[in-house]
């Protein structure tokens, strides 16, 4: 059988035609390419219903994340055309790279947030995540005030618990902005969310309540997973 060069020179087409449908097929899987590189906002439809988390605040909460997708890409796709275009040296090239960790980490931390929430269950205490926070904080207790007060500070932002992949300890961070603070190359295993859009709807100023609801909804099994 004929391949498709073998064919192309047998019907006297030649290299033209060759060239202009391999420069077709290259075009088309640039496109793919970018498509399947375009983040896609997740479904977190099913923690509708949590106990403690109104319906009307959780779909705000998800337009105001699907909002962090659309804005990731766009910076991505405005950026790339800039390098396409050579305006890296512009003021609008550098304000589009800043710009990039905050819309990157707000669309990050909801999902990290999003996923760890939905739980049955309070934690396991013979899990091995249990063991680890026992071990870095003296007992699970202490974590859990040390995590529940962080949240308490004032300000908005995020508590994270991260796992310092270099010796493995565990660590509550307070997050300040999305693009901010994260400590370098660690590892994000229970993240809750402390803008007043997480809460405010459903509590008003009360956020130890929030935190209260958040703690009875924590996916321990999701958090685990990310334990490295
Ligand atoms: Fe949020």
Redesign the pocket.
């Known amino acids: 059988m004929l391949n498709r060069r073998e064919f192309l020179a047998a019907a006297g087409i030649g290299g033209a035609a060759f060239l202009f449908l391999d420069a077709i097929r290259s075009n088309a899987e640039t496109i793919k390419k970018e498509e399947d590189m375009a983040y896609t906002a997740k479904d977190y439809s099913k923690l509708i219903g949590m106990e403690g988390f109104g319906e009307t605040l959780l779909k705000n909460?998800f337009t105001?994340y699907q909002g962090y997708v659309t804005n990731t890409n766009k910076v991505l796709d405005t950026l790339g055309l800039m390098l396409k275009e050579d305006k890296t040296g512009t003021p609008e090239y550098a304000e589009m790279k800043r710009r990039l960790g905050w819309e990157f980490n707000g669309m990050r931390l909801?999902e990290y947030y999003f996923e760890n929430l939905g739980g049955k269950s309070g934690l396991d205490k013979n899990s091995k995540l249990a063991k680890k926070l026992s071990e870095d904080f003296g007992t699970y207790e202490v974590w859990e005030k040390d995590f529940r007060a962080t949240g308490a500070m004032r300000g908005i932002g995020w508590v994270a618990l991260y796992q310092d992949v270099m010796n493995g300890k565990l660590m509550n961070f307070w997050i300040n902005e999305h693009d901010v603070s994260h400590p370098a190359g660690c590892n994000p295993l229970l993240i809750m969310?402390v803008?007043e859009?997480?809460f405010m709807l459903d509590y008003g100023l009360k956020r130890a309540d929030y935190i209260g609801a958040f703690f009875r909804n924590i996916n321990w099994p999701a958090a685990e997973a990310r334990l490295k």
């Open positions: 909460h105001l909801h969310d803008f859009h997480a």
